[in-house]
């Protein structure tokens, strides 16, 4: 995908509301918009209960319109029904080449599912819990956790030991990054970094060198010399990165 056809690609984004967090909505409009112009956008929920009340605020403030969905049956969650159908008319409309799905919740895999099988982009967007068939139905996967700001580390004492707690790490990416170079590989022996990072995201589309503590993933593989090295090359005045796996 050339950064001309991102540019030109139109994304409706649909939130559910029941599964997503207001506080990040202008981090998620950033990362939709990384692959394409949001045209579309839509959040979906019974905006007569009180947990919805915390979008209120920012919906105005980034053009989000709010569509209603009463809960019909109490313990039931009627707003994925009323998200799927409205993809459904979005996709059959031709008006968008992309989507961004916003919820944690498995019963979108099969629209996910659905619209790649059109040949449209799809990104899926929400936190680590969501389960694996959703994520991997979706071109590419954002978790929440990522966007977020970071917490800064505390140290607590006690009487007879000082402890720092951090977040928990997250293994070491080396079996993925080197299963993506693999795939990427040339008959020369390198990698560019563009092949690389698609072979990435068709391997696994949660994928996100953030995870690991780096904003880009030259980066991520730059933290590994011992596996993979790393050659630049200038075209046109942009640097492209090459990789190496090692012997």
Known sequence: ???????????SMLIDGDNAQASLLPQMLVEASKYGQVTIRRIYGD???ASMNSWKNTLNNHAVQPVQQFRYTVGKNATDSAMIIDAMDILHSGDVNGFCLVSSDSDYTRLATRIREAGIFVMGVGEKKTPKPFV????????????????????????????????KAEP????????????????????????????LYQIDPSF?????????????IG?????????????????????KLKE
């Open 172 to 199: 070491e990416p080396i079996p993925l990054l080197k299963q993506a170079f693999e795939v990427a590989v040339r008959e020369d022996g390198w990698a560019s970094m563009a092949m690389m990072g698609n072979a």
């Open 136 to 167: 991997n139905a979706c071109d590419m996967f954002v978790y929440t956790e990522n966007l977020a700001p970071k917490p800064k580390p505390t140290r607590t004492r006690s009487k007879t030991t000082k402890a720092a707690t951090a977040p």
């Open 223 to 243: 933290k590994y010399p011992k596996y993979f090295e790393l050659r630049t090359q200038d075209s046109n005045g942009t640097t492209l990165f090459h990789i």
């Open 208 to 220: 996100d060198p953030r995870t690991y503590g780096h904003s880009q993933l030259s980066r991520l």
């Open 1 to 11: 995908m050339t950064e001309e056809n991102i540019i030109r690609r139109k994304i």
């Open 47 to 49: 905006w007569t209960t």
